[in-house]
């Protein structure tokens, strides 16, 4: 059993910060990659970031440059540092786990994901 939390959701003005926590019991985070993925108001949900197992990273295109993502197994938590925001990164954010044993495993596909939170609000205002 996985449970998943996000925290860090909060509103703020363009060009602002926010870190995103994603923290989880069960088993340990180190087995799963992990990602984030968001949804705004009657839009699909669109891939972020994720990180493998090892650490390998891959970010969208929308926010390359401007979030990074990181993992800490030892706290079990995976976090999205966002910075430059724009109201067009509005959306719930969710973090997701997949349990592919490859190390170097990551996918920005949502269908990929076996466990998710239930999301944290990000509001960016102009």
């Known amino acids: 059993q996985v449970h998943l939390v996000e925290s860090g959701g909060r509103s703020v003005q363009a060009g602002g910060s926010l870190r995103l926590s994603c923290a989880w019991s069960g088993q340990s985070i180190s087995v799963f990659a992990v990602g984030w993925f968001r949804q705004a108001p009657e839009k699909e949900r669109e891939f972020v970031a994720a990180?493998?197992?090892?650490?390998?990273?891959i970010l969208s295109n929308s926010v390359k440059g401007r979030f990074t993502i990181s993992r800490d197994n030892a706290e079990n938590t995976v976090y999205l540092q966002m910075s430059s925001l724009t109201p067009e990164d509005t959306a719930v954010y969710f973090c997701a786990a997949d349990g592919n044993p490859d190390d170097n495993y990551v996918d920005p596909w949502p269908g990929a994901y076996d466990w998710w939170g239930q999301g944290t609000q990000v509001t960016v205002s102009s």
């Open positions: 990180v493998s197992r090892s650490g390998r990273d």
